[in-house]
């Protein structure tokens, strides 16, 4: 089952610059999107979301984009800061359950 | 700030055994979710719970599982006979009943592991 993807496993950023991580999704029946921030032995912490009927939606350092004709969003973070580095998993929502992808471990260089 | 909290963190069990894994969701929330992750997977949907009643489930949520949320505050997952595939970090989930609200808050897993 590989309805929501995350192809990038590992993204290193440099304190300050912009982060961008990437997630495609293959089932067009999803109509929410989520991006989760998880640190080891804790739950996913949510950070933001996007309905389908937006294109972008940003909160604070946060915002993330939604290309729903290539089935594709993004997650940019903006300045990063040391305190990000994590696991990013996004997520999709079609009715009640959450889809997740296989995350994406961000490391930012100080 | 509210949160869902989870006991044990971590649990051990022989193979056969049943276990129960407890949570608590956020007070106002009504909607309710059991996920897993299994090592070095993704986290996976296993089951959502809403108005006393299985809402959805997924086809690892077979018979050996059940839920329940026998008061107003606690939500529970039991396994009946556990197996060695069953090791995995739970997460209980809870969401706000509010319409167009789909924001899923996670409490910080328990982990499981059957010997």
């Known amino acids: 089952d590989q309805q929501v993807k995350q192809n990038s496993p590992s993204l290193s950023v440099q304190e300050g610059r912009i982060s961008i991580l990437n997630c495609d999704y293959t089932?067009?029946?999803?109509?929410?999107f989520l991006w989760y921030k998880k640190y080891p032995a804790e739950g996913p912490t949510f950070l933001i979301s996007i309905s389908s009927i937006k294109d972008k939606n940003e909160d604070g350092r946060f915002t993330v984009f939604l290309n729903k004709s290539a089935k594709h969003l993004s997650l940019h973070i903006v300045p990063s800061q040391p305190g990000d580095s994590a696991v990013y998993f996004c997520?999709?929502?079609?009715?009640?359950?959450?889809?997740f992808g296989t995350g994406t471990r961000l490391t930012i260089i100080p | 700030e509210p949160e869902v909290t989870q006991t044990p963190s971590h649990q051990v069990t022989q193979m056969g055994q049943e276990v129960i894994l407890r949570c608590v969701p956020i007070s106002n929330h009504l909607y309710f979710y059991w996920y897993r992750q299994i090592l070095g997977q993704k986290v996976e949907f296993l089951v959502s719970f809403y108005n006393n009643e299985i809402s959805e489930k997924s086809e690892i949520f077979d018979d050996q599982f059940s839920v329940e949320r026998p008061d107003g505050s606690n939500f529970t997952l039991k396994i009946r006979s556990t197996k060695l595939e069953d090791s995995a970090m739970y997460f209980c989930?809870?969401?706000?009943?509010?319409?167009?609200?789909?924001?899923?808050?996670f409490g910080p897993g328990t982990r499981l592991t059957v010997t």
């Open positions: 997520a999709a929502s079609g009715y009640e359950k959450l889809t």
């Open positions: 989930a809870s969401r706000d009943p509010g319409q167009d609200i789909y924001e899923q808050y």
């Open positions: 089932n067009s029946m999803f109509d929410y």
